[in-house]
C-alpha cells in the first residue's frame, strides 16, 4: 500500500515529553499547596488533555476552582519550561529521514486554480539531488511563466526554502514565494490554492485540524465543533461566493444551503451551464423560496444579466436599489465594478428617503456602500502576504533587528510570528502594546502582518523573543 501523508502526535509518540509534564505538574500542585506525584503516576494520568491531568493530579474532591487554579499555574510553568527535557524516541529520526525519501511534491496551477502539472523532486537529504530538482523548477517557471512560488510550512520546509532562493538568483525570471501555512493539509495543490483564495481552500477541511489554539482538545468537542462552525460561516457570508465557480464545500457555508442543495447547485450549474440571474436558483432541487431568501444576497454572480446580480444587494431590494439611481441621475445597466463613486454625498436626508422608497435607512446605507464599490470583499483591506526572494536563518537575528512577520498562532500569554526563519518568534502579551490587554487577540488575530523587533535569541534552544513595542 502507498501512503501520500503521515500524520503523528508529537507527545508520546514522536517525543518523550513526560519529564517536562511530571515537573510542571509538581511544580504547579506544590505551589498550589497539594502533594506531588511520582512520574510513574503522571504516566498514568497524561493522554486525554492537560486538563484531565490536572483533575487526575489534585486528591479526590478537589473544588473546581482549585483545579482552575492548579491548571493556571501548571499552563506558566509548562510554557517556559515544555522544551527543557524533551527527546525523540528511538528510531524517530531515522523514520522522519526514511518518510523524506518520497520527496518534494510540486504543482503547478493557473490563476484560476486549475492544475496545469505535477512532479515529484529529491531537493534534502538523504537524496540531496539539488541540482536534477534547480533543473526541473527552471523549466517549469520557464515553461508556465511562474511568477510566485507558494512553500507549505511542514517537514523540510526551510531545506526547501534555501534551494528556492538559491534558484531564484541564477534565473533572469522575476519570481517570489511565499511560505504557506499548510495546517490541516499536506497537498501540493491545495498549498498553490491556499495562496490564491485561502477561503474555498480552507473551508474544505474541518476547523479542529488547523488546530490554531490552545488546549482545544481539552473542550466540550460539541460546543467546540458548533463555533468553529459559526465562524467559517460568518467569514463565508462576510465575504460572499461567486455562484458560477464556488464548490460545494464552500457553498454549503451560506446561509440557508445544506451540503445536499450544495451538490445540487453544482450539479445543476455543469448540466445547464452558468447561472445567468440569482432567481435561476428557484430551479435547483430542494432550494426553495426561503432557502432563496437566506442566501441570495451572498451568491455573487459576474457577467450576468442584471448587474445587481454582482453585488451584495439582495433580489428583494433591487427595485429600490434601482429607483434610487434613477433619482440620482444613473442607469442600472450603467453599473460596473468601479460602481458609482460618491453618491452617498448626493443623499441630504437618509431617513426621508428610505420612507419614500419603503425601507430602512439602515438598508439604504447598505445599498449606497454597495453601489459605491460593487461587491467590496474586507480581505481587501487586509495586510497583503509577506513576498520573499532571500531567506534567514536563525543565526543571522541579532537584538534590536526589525522584521516583517506573518501572525501564525494566538494564545493566552502572547502570539508565534513567522519572521521568515525556521522557528517561529514569540511576542509575549507584554510585549504587544503600551496599554493594558487581557488577551492577545485584543492586539493581533491569525493572519495579521505584524512590525517587530527581535529582543532575545537563543540558538541552543531555537527561541526567538519579539516585541511589537518598538524603540
Same mark, same amino acid.
Given at each position: 500500500?502507498?501512503?501520500?501523508?503521515?500524520?503523528?502526535?508529537?507527545?508520546?509518540?514522536?517525543?518523550?515529553?513526560?519529564?517536562?509534564?511530571?515537573?510542571?505538574?509538581?511544580?504547579?500542585?506544590?505551589?498550589?499547596?497539594?502533594?506531588?506525584?511520582?512520574?510513574?503516576?503522571?504516566?498514568?494520568?497524561?493522554?486525554?488533555?492537560?486538563?484531565?491531568?490536572?483533575?487526575?493530579?489534585?486528591? @479526590?474532591?478537589?473544588?473546581?476552582?482549585?483545579?482552575?487554579?492548579?491548571?493556571?499555574?501548571?499552563?506558566?510553568?509548562?510554557?517556559?519550561?515544555?522544551?527543557?527535557?524533551?527527546?525523540?524516541?528511538?528510531?524517530?529520526?531515522?523514520?522522519?529521514?526514511?518518510?523524506?525519501? #518520497?520527496?518534494?511534491?510540486?504543482?503547478?496551477?493557473?490563476?484560476?486554480?486549475?492544475?496545469?502539472?505535477?512532479?515529484?523532486?529529491?531537493?534534502?537529504?538523504?537524496?540531496?539531488?539539488?541540482?536534477?530538482?534547480?533543473?526541473?523548477?527552471?523549466?517549469?517557471?520557464?515553461?508556465?511563466?511562474?511568477?510566485?512560488?507558494?512553500?507549505?510550512?511542514?517537514?523540510?520546509?526551510?531545506?526547501?526554502?534555501?534551494?528556492?532562493?538559491?534558484?531564484?538568483?541564477?534565473?533572469?525570471?522575476?519570481?517570489?514565494?511565499?511560505?504557506?501555512?499548510?495546517?490541516?493539509?499536506?497537498?501540493?495543490?491545495?498549498?498553490?490554492?491556499?495562496?490564491?483564495?485561502?477561503?474555498? @481552500?480552507?473551508?474544505?477541511?474541518?476547523?479542529?485540524?488547523?488546530?490554531?489554539?490552545?488546549?482545544?482538545?481539552?473542550? =466540550?468537542?460539541? +460546543?467546540?465543533? @458548533?463555533?468553529?462552525?459559526?465562524?467559517?460561516?460568518?467569514?463565508? +457570508?462576510?465575504?460572499?461566493? #461567486?455562484?458560477?465557480?464556488?464548490?460545494?464545500?464552500?457553498?454549503?457555508?451560506?446561509?440557508?444551503?445544506?451540503?445536499?442543495?450544495?451538490?445540487?447547485?453544482?450539479?445543476?450549474?455543469?448540466? =445547464?451551464?452558468?447561472?445567468?440571474?440569482?432567481?435561476?436558483?428557484?430551479?435547483?432541487?430542494?432550494?426553495?423560496?426561503?432557502?432563496?431568501?437566506?442566501?441570495?444576497?451572498?451568491?455573487?454572480?459576474?457577467?450576468?444579466?442584471?448587474?445587481?446580480?454582482?453585488?451584495?444587494?439582495?433580489?428583494?431590494?433591487?427595485?429600490?436599489?434601482?429607483?434610487?439611481?434613477?433619482?440620482?441621475?444613473? =442607469?442600472?445597466?450603467?453599473?460596473?465594478?468601479?460602481?458609482?463613486?460618491?453618491?452617498?454625498?448626493?443623499?441630504?436626508?437618509?431617513?426621508?428617503?428610505?420612507? @419614500?422608497?419603503?425601507?430602512?435607512?439602515?438598508?439604504?446605507?447598505?445599498?449606497?456602500?454597495?453601489?459605491?464599490?460593487? %461587491?467590496?470583499?474586507?480581505? #481587501?483591506?487586509?495586510?497583503?502576504?509577506?513576498?520573499?526572494?532571500?531567506?534567514?536563518?536563525?543565526? #543571522?537575528?541579532?537584538?534590536?533587528?526589525?522584521?516583517?512577520?506573518?501572525?501564525?498562532?494566538?494564545?493566552?500569554?502572547?502570539?508565534?510570528?513567522?519572521?521568515?526563519?525556521?522557528?517561529? %518568534?514569540?511576542?509575549?502579551?507584554?510585549?504587544?502594546?503600551?496599554?493594558?490587554?487581557?488577551?492577545?487577540?485584543?492586539?493581533?488575530?491569525?493572519?495579521?502582518?505584524?512590525?517587530?523587533?527581535?529582543?532575545?535569541v537563543d540558538q541552543e534552544k531555537k527561541r526567538i523573543g519579539l516585541t511589537m513595542k518598538i524603540k
Open positions: 500500500m502507498k501512503y501520500t501523508i503521515s500524520i503523528f502526535d508529537l507527545d508520546g509518540t514522536i517525543l518523550n515529553t513526560l519529564e517536562d509534564l511530571a515537573d510542571s505538574t509538581n511544580y504547579a500542585l506544590k505551589t498550589c499547596g497539594y502533594p506531588e506525584r511520582t512520574m510513574d503516576e503522571v504516566r498514568q494520568f497524561v493522554g486525554n488533555g492537560i486538563r484531565k491531568l490536572m483533575e487526575r493530579a489534585v486528591p @479526590e474532591g478537589t473544588p473546581v476552582e482549585e483545579i482552575d487554579r492548579v491548571h493556571e499555574t501548571f499552563t506558566a510553568h509548562y510554557k517556559v519550561h515544555c522544551a527543557d527535557q524533551p527527546s525523540p524516541y528511538d528510531g524517530i529520526i531515522e523514520l522522519l529521514q526514511n518518510l523524506k525519501k #518520497d520527496g518534494c511534491k510540486l504543482a503547478v496551477v493557473d490563476e484560476t486554480g486549475k492544475v496545469l502539472h505535477t512532479v515529484v523532486i529529491y531537493p534534502t537529504a538523504p537524496q540531496n539531488k539539488v541540482e536534477e530538482s534547480k533543473r526541473i523548477l527552471k523549466d517549469l517557471i520557464k515553461k508556465y511563466h511562474i511568477s510566485l512560488i507558494s512553500v507549505g510550512n511542514g517537514t523540510a520546509s526551510r531545506e526547501s526554502e534555501q534551494v528556492i532562493v538559491e534558484l531564484l538568483k541564477e534565473i533572469p525570471e522575476q519570481v517570489q514565494y511565499v511560505i504557506v501555512n499548510e495546517a490541516g493539509q499536506r497537498s501540493a495543490v491545495s498549498i498553490a490554492r491556499r495562496l490564491q483564495d485561502p477561503l474555498s @481552500e480552507l473551508v474544505k477541511i474541518d476547523p479542529k485540524s488547523i488546530g490554531v489554539g490552545q488546549y482545544q482538545h481539552d473542550m =466540550n468537542q460539541k +460546543n467546540l465543533s @458548533e463555533a468553529l462552525q459559526g465562524v467559517v460561516e460568518d467569514c463565508v +457570508n462576510s465575504v460572499g461566493v #461567486d455562484l458560477n465557480t464556488a464548490s460545494a464545500s464552500l457553498l454549503s457555508y451560506i446561509s440557508g444551503i445544506s451540503k445536499t442543495v450544495a451538490k445540487n447547485i453544482v450539479a445543476y450549474r455543469e448540466e =445547464n451551464g452558468v447561472f445567468k440571474t440569482r432567481r435561476e436558483l428557484l430551479k435547483v432541487p430542494k432550494l426553495g423560496p426561503k432557502a432563496f431568501e437566506q442566501c441570495a444576497g451572498f451568491l455573487r454572480i459576474q457577467g450576468g444579466k442584471n448587474p445587481l446580480d454582482a453585488t451584495s444587494v439582495h433580489p428583494e431590494s433591487y427595485q429600490a436599489a434601482e429607483t434610487l439611481l434613477a433619482r440620482l441621475g444613473y =442607469n442600472v445597466k450603467e453599473l460596473s465594478k468601479d460602481g458609482f463613486a460618491g453618491i452617498g454625498r448626493k443623499i441630504g436626508d437618509y431617513s426621508r428617503l428610505s420612507s @419614500e422608497l419603503s425601507i430602512g435607512e439602515i438598508t439604504l446605507r447598505d445599498i449606497v456602500k454597495e453601489l459605491e464599490k460593487p %461587491g467590496r470583499d474586507p480581505r #481587501d483591506e487586509m495586510p497583503k502576504p509577506i513576498l520573499r526572494t532571500d531567506v534567514l536563518d536563525i543565526k #543571522d537575528l541579532k537584538p534590536g533587528m526589525i522584521l516583517k512577520g506573518t501572525v501564525r498562532n494566538v494564545i493566552d500569554f502572547g502570539a508565534f510570528v513567522d519572521i521568515g526563519v525556521h522557528q517561529d %518568534g514569540l511576542v509575549h502579551i507584554s510585549q504587544m502594546t503600551e496599554r493594558y490587554i487581557k488577551h492577545p487577540l485584543e492586539a493581533v488575530s491569525v493572519g495579521d502582518v505584524v512590525e517587530v523587533q527581535v529582543l532575545e
